[in-house]
């Protein structure tokens, strides 16, 4: 069993304000979250524990400005800590992925009075969680809603559907929920999760990715009040090119996954009790093939963090282009977003293969259950399974040969 929650956080870790990329306590947290990952994915151990840590670590400010009381790190460092997550526990970077979306939806955004206190509620550690997908929409990730709908009360709202796919929500405290208005227009809520009248479920029974909570949420006659709904007529409407940040994410994950691939495979060649009577060394080690496979893995690992943050200092570019001009920006954020289409493509592949050439290190023993390798393979599958490869490369090729626009909402 890892070590109690308590003792890890009120004496082990003790963390700086504002928590940084470069802080030394954050590696603290990561070791100490990979402690008990393997554990937690071969019996369906819920991290309630690790998110608690998470947030009272402030990890969710890293973006945010240092002068807003946030860790001010860059999209690359932000990228950076989360391929480290990633090797750590993917499905605790995957729990807080959305989170990341919404708070960088927000930093783009005008600095309303509600933008404002949203910002100052992550500097004090919430986690964001996200209810978006309807499965009536036949169309997935093209922002549609059919049924979650805001009805008239008061000076208010109430808020009535249904949501699938809720990644990251049944830990969270706040609620990022695309609605329908009361004309039938699209709009954006963020509630508390605690709410009367919201219901997070725990009914995600994928075979990877298993602990991330995506589940089906339900809202009934929930109370929404008028300054926690945005439309896409206000000035923080959803813009675009931001969607990259989500879909980066995941590439990061799996680039961390290679990374914890590699160490899996270092530690079973020092442990590999025998080797075939026909190999050409006595012991596993000094084995050539073993050698080379393991190498594969180190430059798979290399090659998809390199990738994942060429990316990333795509995004930072956009960062300094909207004072260039409309023109511009959109020319960067038509970079960024085939960067982040590219990697995923290359680092979805590589992951998977290095998950595959653990078994060749360690040889039919390593199947056992015991050992939860297969995990790897289902984490990084059920990633990439996210926005499949073949959309994804027939809209760079469509671009490439006809300069045809990519698409620009969710799921690109």
Request: hydrophobic share 40%; charged share 25%.
């Amino acid at each position: 069993m890892i070590k109690s929650l308590e003792k890890v956080s009120n004496t082990t870790i003790q963390f700086s304000t504002p928590l940084t990329a470069n802080s030394p306590e954050l590696q603290q947290l990561f070791d100490f979250i990979a402690l008990g990952a393997a554990d937690r994915d071969r019996n369906r151990i819920l991290p309630f524990d690790v998110v608690e840590l998470i947030r009272r670590s402030r990890l969710g400010a890293l973006r945010i400005p240092v002068s807003e009381g946030g860790g001010g790190s860059s999209a690359r460092e932000l990228f950076e800590v989360v391929i480290r997550l990633g090797e750590a526990d993917p499905n605790v970077a995957h729990i807080v992925r959305n989170h990341f979306s919404v708070t960088e939806r927000i930093l783009r955004s005008e600095r309303s009075e509600r933008n404002r206190r949203w910002l100052k509620a992550v500097v004090d550690g919430a986690i964001i969680g996200l209810a978006s997908t309807e499965l009536e929409v036949k169309r997935a990730g093209g922002g549609a809603v059919a049924n979650t709908k805001l009805t008239p009360d008061n000076d208010g709202y109430r808020l009535n559907g249904t949501k699938y796919y809720s990644t990251g929500s049944l830990y969270a405290d706040l609620i990022f929920v695309r609605v329908l208005a009361p004309d039938d227009t699209i709009a954006i809520a963020l509630l508390p999760t605690k709410r009367e009248g919201i219901e997070l479920v725990d009914d995600w029974d994928g075979f990877g990715q298993r602990l991330t909570g995506t589940g089906t949420t339900t809202f009934t006659n929930v109370r929404v009040e008028a300054d926690e709904v945005f439309f896409e007529t206000d000035t923080d409407k959803d813009n675009s090119p931001y969607n990259i940040v989500p879909q980066l994410f995941l590439t990061a994950i799996n680039a961390g996954i290679i990374r914890s691939v590699l160490e899996d495979a270092k530690k079973l060649v020092h442990t590999r009790p025998r080797t075939f009577y026909h190999a050409v060394a006595e012991q596993a080690v000094d084995d050539p093939l073993l050698q080379q496979t393991v190498g594969q893995i180190a430059a798979n690992a290399f090659a998809a963090e390199a990738i994942v943050l060429q990316a990333a200092d795509a995004l930072d570019r956009l960062d300094g282009a909207r004072s260039e001009g409309e023109e511009f920006e959109t020319a960067v954020a038509l970079a960024a977003s085939l960067s982040a289409a590219k990697a995923k493509l290359i680092v979805d592949d590589l992951s998977l293969r290095s998950a595959t050439l653990l078994f060749e290190v360690g040889g039919a023993s390593t199947t056992k259950q015991s050992y939860n390798f297969d995990r790897h393979w289902r984490n990084a599958r059920t990633l990439a399974s996210h926005n499949p490869s073949h959309f994804k490369a027939r809209a760079i090729g469509d671009y490439e040969i006809n300069g045809t626009p990519l698409p620009q909402r969710g799921f690109f």
